[in-house]
């Protein structure tokens, strides 16, 4: 049973992954690091509580409350960490530049992070309603 907390944990490793290329072995040592163990936490705990809360069992709204009370606010933690990510790499290609398209690219940046944030709210709404659902 494919469930949304593995769907997010593909595609956050997938992003990250794509990230990391074309960076130094000491980032890819860091940002990867710290991502790599935030994602096997994430999918780790997850199946542990669903496993504790019978969700293999009985998929009902008993069993995935305590699944989304930990799976939503790892969403909003891992989709900050990746927008992190990427204004990360961003800005440090932004320094490297003469200062018309350092402008440019921060200004990119920060349009790029607007549009990140409303499509994440949209997916956090569709992540929330999948374990809380709102309608009896």
């Known amino acids: 049973m494919v ?15 794509c990230l990391l290329i074309g960076t ?14 935030m994602a096997v936490i994430f ?13 293999f069992v009985e998929r009902s709204v008993e069993t995935s409350e305590p699944v989304g009370s930990w799976v939503v606010p790892c969403f909003i933690v891992l989709a900050l960490y990746l927008l992190g990510m990427i204004n990360y790499r961003w800005i440090n290609a ?10 440019g690219l921060i200004s990119l940046d920060i349009l790029f992070s607007l549009i990140y944030l409303c499509f994440g ?3 956090l709404f569709v992540v929330t309603f999948t374990y809380f659902p709102f309608a009896p």
Do not use: N, R, Y
């Not at 469930?3 to 956050?12: A, E, G, P, R, S």
């Open 3 to 17: 469930t949304i907390d593995f769907f997010i944990f593909v595609i956050f490793a997938t992003v990250g992954g």
């Open 24 to 37: 130094t072995k000491q980032e890819k040592k860091w940002l990867g690091g710290i991502g790599g163990i």
């Open 43 to 55: 999918i780790v705990v997850s199946q542990i509580i669903k496993l504790q809360s019978g969700f």
């Open 94 to 103: 932004a320094i490297k530049k003469q200062s018309w398209q350092k402008w």
């Open 121 to 123: 709210a949209f997916a």
